[in-house]
């Protein structure tokens, strides 16, 4: 199994910047290394969930959603078994509990982007004020 800690959330102004951390434990850092893509995911009040990007193994591949392309960015440390997205240029309709996840069946990025992954974290907390 993998667990999965999400830190970093909290109250940003419009315009602003936050960075979310993902901590993954419970396997090997090497099947961390080797097997795992990462990724994020958002839900907002009364909203279904929606993907937000994700990133492979290697940290050499990333997709992400529309909605926040150019404004966020997904960044991992292997070393550390750790996962950030760094977001930017914060908007009011990007308050939302953020998700990270983790898959390990080598699906393809719209796969994890449609469908999800099979690992979740608990999620945390980003609140945009205007």
């Known amino acids: 199994q993998v667990q999965l800690v999400e830190s970093g959330g909290g109250l940003a102004q419009a315009g602003g910047s936050l960075r979310l951390s993902c901590a993954a434990s419970?396997?090997?850092m090497g099947w961390f290394r080797q097997t795992l893509a990462m990724g994020w995911f958002r839900q907002a009040p009364?909203?279904?969930?929606?993907?937000?990007?994700?990133?492979?193994?290697?940290?050499?591949?990333?997709y992400y959603a529309d909605s926040i392309k150019g404004r966020f960015t997904i960044s991992r440390d292997n070393a550390k078994n750790t996962v950030y997205l760094q977001m930017n240029s914060l908007k009011p309709e990007d308050t939302a509990v953020y998700y990270c996840?983790?898959?390990?069946?080598?699906?393809?990025?719209?796969?994890?982007?449609?469908?999800?992954?099979?690992?979740w974290g608990k999620g945390t907390l980003v609140t945009v004020s205007s």
């Open positions: 419970g396997r090997t």
């Open positions: 996840a983790a898959d390990s069946r080598a699906y393809s990025n719209t796969y994890y982007a449609s469908s999800g992954m099979n690992y």
């Open positions: 009364g909203k279904e969930r929606e993907f937000v990007g994700v990133i492979s193994w290697s940290g050499n591949n990333t």
